[in-house]
């Protein structure tokens, strides 16, 4: 997903009283007591050479899944910097170009980080902040969010930038669908109350090429990483990004 904000006066003059921060936590997985954190995030920042000047923020998070999300959220982000540290190798106005990125990561992860991220992968989104726009992009489901104050009684509004490509949106699921890929909710034993309970939707595919009863579902439609679900018909589980814009005036 692709969408940017223009209002160069706010934004600039903004810029110099900007805080940056961040902070993650890991997340719990039944049965596994030392789980790894596998986010993973950056901010890169480029000082303003004028007054006219907005400068350049380029920030990412990066959300790890499977045994070795870790290794795959940390990859993403150290070649991410190389890839949009130029801004010129992102345009505002070309899709492809942001797409280009996701595909050269995939690519690397199926040449360079197997067996690591055969069943393992990350969901990404960047938010780059160039010239008074505010541009995101994503993959997966981490929603990146414009907060904003009312002008009538100066209470925060939340503005979703980007899209959760998740398997319960309806056109996503006949994406996967028409790729050949599975989508449904398996049953799942409580481990609290050792109740039978139906588990969120997910995009099931086989882990182990020698045994078919060998299953991963993942509570997303798009990645980067997950090299086995990818290849079910390549295009199921796709790294490309949807592509929207929206003015300020639109918001």
């Not at 056109?171 to 039978?196: C, D, F, L, T």
Request: hydrophobic share 35%; net charge negative; glycine share 8%.
């Amino acid at each position: 997903m692709f969408r940017f904000f223009c209002d160069k006066k706010k934004v600039v003059a903004a810029a110099p009283k900007c805080n940056h921060g961040s902070i993650t936590v890991a997340g719990y997985k039944h049965g596994s007591q030392n789980w790894i954190n596998q986010d993973s995030s950056f901010l890169v920042e480029s000082i303003p050479s004028n007054k006219h000047d907005g400068g350049h923020i380029l920030a990412g998070v990066m959300d790890g899944h499977g045994e070795n999300g870790h290794l795959i959220s940390g990859y993403c982000k150290s070649r991410l910097i190389t890839l949009l540290a130029d801004s010129s190798s992102v345009s505002p106005s070309d899709r492809h170009s942001v797409e280009a990125v996701f595909e050269t990561l995939q690519t690397e992860i199926e040449n360079e980080m197997l067996p690591a991220g055969s069943t393992s992968g990350t969901t990404m989104t960047i938010i780059r902040i160039v010239n008074g726009c505010v541009q995101a992009f994503n993959v997966g489901d981490s929603p990146a969010y414009l907060a904003r104050r009312k002008e009538v009684n100066g209470d925060l509004e939340l503005i979703q930038l980007t899209f959760d490509f998740k398997p319960e949106d309806e056109s996503e699921n006949r994406r996967v669908n028409s790729a050949g890929g599975q989508i449904y909710a398996k049953p799942v034993v409580n481990g609290e109350s050792n109740e039978i309970e139906v588990g969120p939707m997910r995009v099931w595919y086989e882990s182990d090429t020698t045994d078919e009863t060998k299953m991963i579902g993942l509570a997303m439609t798009r990645s980067i990483g997950d090299v086995l679900a990818h290849k079910v018909r390549k295009s199921s589980i796709s790294a490309s990004s949807s592509f929207a814009t929206c003015s300020n005036r639109d918001v």
